[in-house]
């Protein structure tokens, strides 16, 4: 029930996603809605089935408070499914804030991480280079890091199918011994690490993310989401631009008109619904954010993404990467609904 | 002598300025190596002189001790020039952090001034964004902010030309209690500023700065230098990528030609060359630093860049706005040369 078209969106890619997709699919929130909404396709998905939950609490709210007074929202009821045993997945279009809250709250922590973390994917020249952490963790100690490579390097492996991914440090240079503090320690701690756990390849700059250079960049949650931002509005800013420009006189329109397939396969690019969502990494269960305006082709590869990360078994991995290095034992732990 | 394109770039940009500029423009490098770049122009320039310097030291080496060993390195005559009272700026297509050793070493800092900090113009739908700081300081404390804010502001106003700046702090959310430690706490201190000083508008994100709803935009060093280097990644990338997709077909290659104008106004307005340089604030003296790429066009900007700095007293200014806050008795003071 989340999103800016939800229910529709959400009912309409759980359609697509079900023509390929052997999996059960549940669409959780209000029956008479759904069932409606599903009557409403051509042909009722044979793999799809409802389960009743409220709408979405309010937005005004900060997500803690929301999901106290509303304890039947589908997005708590959805992950309560994966607690169940019921379901192996959730895929969400509502806010992460939200569905950080439901899934710390629900599913707990893995063993071994103390920090859950965002991931997302910025495009590059030959696919995808995954930021973690985008804003689930503003305040870091330089081992929470690690985790994020950890996690990270195996998402990337299973889900991304990048074979060997290449890890780096965000950092304000390249040269070891740059940065601040926290950059300088966060590289000590993964400088050490053992090669199997991750390559790890050094800092890295912007140009690194956008060329390709790299596969996983690690940074606290404050400037990976400073990352993620920026990118989004500058690319925002571009295209209008261009827009701009390309009709401001007859022959650039004319010129942009011919040149509307090339255009196409920028926007395709540059689209985050050929790749689905972003998942929440280090909670005890499979959990997929879809970006708020997700139209039915970013639900249904949120749906296939999530089905990589259960076949793929990306959190068994993940336990038992942090259990070779012993993190649980270093990091003090975290309360799960903190 | 520093840039990629120097001694030639910025010869050929002191003689563009020369045209219009009604000051004294004097080039700062070995003495025979600039006669002839002169006596190669069509005219030699009666308003720009000839100061002897050796060339930029090898750029391999750390700043401090690259210039330590060169005592008579251009961007250190060039700055003594200042000291000494025969200058009233300096331009540099050097280093950045070369220019700002110099810049600390030989100029130290205006009264009240904990930190220096570089200011980065980012553009925007209707003019420029300056972000501060973007690499000075990559460690801060909450209180520099304030310090940035009203260097920032003094800057946008007399040189930039906007009446009254929106200013606003980088962070994760708009509302008020959104970020990590420091930004909050930058909040707290930047929120409790009189109106006098600057507009503080409140937290701004990456699509303000790209938006053109706040003017200056404050944060530490190390998020400056982030959102600076992603920002030109992205751009470099998405340019590349419009130009690998509109020469992959013959008809898109057709209508690019014809938008050819259209891309001219889009690139326009993306250019650094556009603005001349960044300027380095907090120092005594008007320094300014150009992109190591920059030709004759930013080379002369950022010569009226630093001609608007002296006329308008942005130095004066600052010193006077600080003193009425009398930030200097709460600040830490800082060696200049550390």
């Given amino acids: 029930m989340g999103g800016d078209y939800a229910p529709r ?22 029956q008479d809605v759904l069932e409606s909404e599903l009557a409403a396709l051509a042909q009722r998905p044979s793999n799809v089935t409802i389960k009743n939950a409220s709408g979405i609490p309010p937005a005004h709210e900060s997500p803690v408070l929301a999901l106290r007074k ?30 950080m809250v439901a899934a710390r709250t629900i599913l707990r922590l893995l063993p071994g991480v103390a920090r859950p973390a965002i991931a997302a994917l910025l495009p590059n020249p030959t696919g995808m280079c995954l930021v973690i952490d ?18 990270g390097n195996i998402f990337a492996r299973q889900v991304l199918n990048i074979p060997s991914p290449r890890v780096g440090l965000v950092n304000i240079g390249e040269e070891e011994g740059k940065g601040n503090q926290f950059s300088r320690a966060a590289f000590e701690v993964l400088a050490e690490t053992n090669k199997a756990a991750f390559d790890f390849v050094g800092n890295i700059e912007g140009r690194d993310i956008y060329e390709g250079t790299v596969d996983v960049v690690v940074c606290d949650g404050f400037v990976g989401n400073v990352i993620l931002k920026t990118s989004e509005a500058l690319a925002t800013a571009v295209f209008a631009l261009l827009r701009r420009e390309l009709t401001a006189d007859p022959v650039s329109k004319l010129g942009a008109a011919l040149s509307k397939k090339a255009f196409k396969r920028v926007l395709k690019r540059v689209d985050y619904e050929e790749y689905g969502g972003v998942p929440i990494l280090g909670v005890d269960g499979v959990f997929i954010v879809c970006h708020g305006s997700s139209g039915p082709k970013a639900i249904a590869n949120a749906v296939f993404e999530a089905e990589r990360c259960v076949s ?5 991995r993940i336990v038992a990467a942090l259990a070779d290095r012993g993190t649980a034992s270093v990091l003090a732990p975290v309360a799960a609904d903190a």
């Avoid at 997005?75 to 019921?86: D, H, N, P, Q, S």
């Avoid at 503003?138 to 490579?149: G, K, N, S």
């Fill in 312 to 316: 793929h078994e990306v959190n068994r």
């Fill in 70 to 99: 509303r304890k039947d929202a589908s997005i708590l009821v959805a992950t309560r499914l994966i607690k169940e045993g019921t379901a192996d997945a959730v895929v969400s279009a509502g806010s992460t804030g939200i569905g």
């Fill in 9 to 30: 969106a959400v009912v309409l890619g759980t359609e697509l996603a079900s023509k390929t997709s052997s999996s059960e699919l549940i669409l959780v929130g209000p």
């Fill in 134 to 151: 985008v804003g689930a963790n503003v305040d870091c100690r330089p081992q929470h890091l690690y985790e994020f490579a950890v996690m």
